[in-house]
């Protein structure tokens, strides 16, 4: 799944000083686009987990502590997608 294929992927920018954007599809997939352009998909993260992690006072901390522990991540070896 490295070269996952585009998805409709929605985007929350985050202020956060390890994570630049937490994205979802309607697939409960969850996107965590890190500062320097590492972007990792976690499978089966419902929408509002990915929402609960955008709008988190500290993104990175939340990744951290609910999402990586309990989810597998894959780095996506794509482009990095432009956020609007």
């Known amino acids: 799944m ?3 294929p585009a998805r409709d992927i929605k985007w929350r920018t985050a202020e956060s000083s390890n994570v630049d954007a937490v994205g979802w599809d309607n697939a409960d997939n969850m996107y965590v686009l890190f500062k ?3 972007l990792y ?8 987990r990915c929402v ?6 500290s993104v990175g901390h939340y990744v951290n502590s609910e999402i990586i522990p309990h989810f597998k ?3 996506i070896a794509a482009p990095v997608p432009v956020l609007v």
Do not use: E
Request: hydrophobic share 35%; aromatic share 4%; glycine share 14%.
């Open 73 to 75: 991540g894959i780095r």
């Open 2 to 4: 490295a070269n996952h």
């Open 36 to 38: 320097g352009g590492r």
């Open 41 to 48: 998909l976690y499978a089966d993260v419902t929408r509002q």
């Open 52 to 57: 609960a992690a955008s709008m988190s006072s």
